[in-house]
Structures are given as structure tokens and as C-alpha cells.
């Protein structure tokens, strides 16, 4: 079907055929992308190095309203960096904030039903909403999610939709309370189920050591929208939950891949750490545990070293106490033995560049969300560690992947 060009000369992408919609309306945004890729592949071959396919005008794979453009005249062979809107094939909502893809969305809606109804809208609510369910929700979130999402709702067990959608999803890892899948056809979003098992007695513990109410629990502490209002950019962002809050929709997180990779991200020099794993994890807890103290205790002697307006070289105080390790006894029972330092004295080097990582940490304003959070949500520091923290798709920034929210919800 030839798309018919507008006053403004972009060719929106249409359906071909009737799946998902109408044939001859206008496509999802991944659809119309396809569309873009191949309508400028047919005029020029893309190069090794330029072959993103982008768009000069505005209706590119965000779909601003309600299409996308095919229009070879309005597309350009480019790379990731030429359009970070356009580089993901389809999925346009990787580099857009919170409020642009309200705001896609709602235009999105409201040129739908400006096709609909011809410019009169007389539309039950029941209809409303499977509208906006049908339309909006496969332009964003793809189908395979609201594939998942109609059966789960028709009281099919979560665990076996998936299992029955094959290639369509892919398995991303799991936790204590879940398991987290990505949709094939939108890999910047996860469905995060309980792991529980079908037929159980709820009230049963499982080998995690948690019952279902738990496991609800964690979803329910995730996706409580006034907990991502309180603590924005510190927890992945929630779009969808289930009724009864067997599984959640959020965001693609980018994971971290050791300590290394977190200590760049974090600035901080890893010379104070112990080749010993063993070691060298008790004491990053323990710095984790002295910069959670620092937004949670006004009268902590760290606190009052890292914010002094002298260099921490230059500073000589009582530390109440501090961590102590043998490095070469990695057998030592007691690794994380206290002792104390009198005003009289100077710090050691270890000390010294112990309390630097913490003032680097603790001065970082998205780690000191993150910190002053989990000393608020009384998030244990063991879970300051790469295998649950990652980098925000939308937001690029430093993130909590499972909170360990388990106890029971409180709404807030």
C-alpha cells in the first residue's frame, strides 16, 4: 500500500494489514521505523559506518503525531549519535524523559481519534480505553507485552504465557521475590513476575525464604508512585502493574559489569581495596554502611571529616572508630574489627584515602539519592553492588535495580 503524502511532505508509515489495528491506519512507531528503514534502503545503500536510518523532519520513530515518516526525501543515512531517538530501530523512547513521553502519548491519543471519528468524537469509555490500550500501548510498550498482558488479565498463569510466547521474550535474570523477562520487541522495557510457584500454598515459604504476600510485597514497594516521586532517578521507573501485583512493567536497565566498571562510573580510586575478594567486599560494605551514616546521623564523626571546609589531610579529630583489616591473613575471623584513633594523632594513609572515597561518594548528588534512600527504606548496603545496580536507559543515571522491599506494604 503507498502511503499518501501529506501538506507537509512526510509519507506516514501505514498497517498492511489488519494485526494490531485497521489496515491503512497508521503503524506503531516500531513498524513505521521498519518502514523508514526500507523506504530509504530502496533509494540508497547504507555505509559501514552511516547506517542508522534517521530523519530530518520531526516525525521520526517517537512518533510526535501519531506516525512515522517514510518519506525517503525527509531520511538520511546517519549514526547512533546523528539521532539518539531514531538509533534504536523503532523504539523511540530510550533517550526521552518521563514528561516527553506523557506528552508523545497523549498526542498520540488524540490524533488517533481525530482519524477514528473524522473529527467527532462520541466514544464509550469502555471503548476509550481499549483504544488507548490497543493503539498507544503497542506504539510504546510493543505487542508482545499486551499479548502478555490480555492473558494474564484473563487469568492465565504468568509463568506459562511466557513460556508459551517462545522467541518472543527473553529470560534476564532473577532475585529472591522475581523473575525479570525483556520483550524482543521492545528491549528498553522488562515484566518483572513473582517467582512463585503455580499451585502453592501462599503461605508457604519457598526456598528463598520468603511466602507470595513477599513477593507482592516487593512489586508493590517498586512500583508505589509516591515512593518514585519521593526517590526520582533512584529506582528503574514503572509503567504497567498487574492488578493484583504479580508482576510488574519497568524499564531496561543497562547492568554494571564488576567493581571495576562501578568505580569508574562512581570516580573513586580502588587502590585502597585488598585483592582478597573476601576482603575487599566486607570493606566496600563497610564504606557503603560510613556513607549511608553520613545522610542518616547529623552528629557522625565521619560526616563531620568529609564536609569539613579543610582537606582531609589536614584534619585531626576522634573517630569513634573506623575499619581495620589484615590484608594478609585472609583467614582472620574478625575482619571488621573497630579501633580508635585519639585527636593527637595523624591518620594513616589507608585511613586517609578510606575517608577521600567517602567524601567523592557521599559529594556525587546521584549517589547521595541513592544512599540517602536506602538509609530511609532501610536498605541493607549489600545491596550497593553491581550484580543490582544499573544505568537508566531514560534517565542515564546510576540505579537500584531491586530495592529488597520484602516487608509488608504500607501505602504511603
Known sequence: MKGKKLKNGCIPARRR??????AGSYASA?????????????????????????????NDRSAPN????????????????????????????????????RSDIRAYAYELLKERANGVISLSMKDLKSLIFEEVGSAYFGDSFLEFKKKTEQGEFAFDVLNDMGTKVKYVGEGSTRF???????????IK??????????????????????????????SDLKIQQRYADVFPRTFEVARDHTWILSEMVDPIEDYEALFRIMEIDDSIFPPNKKIFITLFRELVADCIKV???????????VFSNKTISEVSTRIEAFPTFNFDDATSEDDTRKIEKESNQTFSPFYRSYLEAIKKIVSNKQNGKILGAMGSLKIPPREFSPKNLG??????KLVILDASLWEKYIKS
Request: positive net charge; hydrophobic residues 25%; charged residues 30%.
Open 180 to 190: 525479570v523477562y525483556q520483550f524482543k520487541d521492545n528491549p528498553d522495557i522488562v
Open 295 to 305: 545522610f542518616q546521623d547529623p552528629d557522625s564523626s565521619i560526616r563531620k571529616i
Open 17 to 22: 494489514i489488519s494485526s494490531g489495528g485497521k
Open 66 to 101: 501519531g506516525y512515522v515518516c517514510t518519506n525517503p526525501a525527509h531520511l538520511y543515512w546517519g549514526t547512533k549519535g546523528d539521532n539518539t531517538v531514531d538509533q534504536h530501530h523503532g523504539n523511540g523512547t530510550a533517550s526521552k524523559n518521563e514528561s516527553e513521553l
Open 391 to 396: 544505568i537508566s536507559r531514560i534517565s542515564k
Open 193 to 222: 513476575i513473582i517467582n512463585w510457584p503455580k499451585g502453592r500454598d501462599p503461605e508457604e515459604k519457598v526456598w528463598s525464604g520468603f511466602k507470595k504476600s513477599n513477593m507482592i510485597d516487593s512489586n508493590k514497594w517498586e
Open 30 to 58: 516500531r513498524t513505521g521505523g521498519k518502514q523508514a528503514y526500507d523506504a530509504l534502503k530502496k533509494v540508497k545503500s547504507p555505509s559501514k559506518t552511516k547506517n542508522i536510518c534517521c530523519h530530518k523532519c520531526p
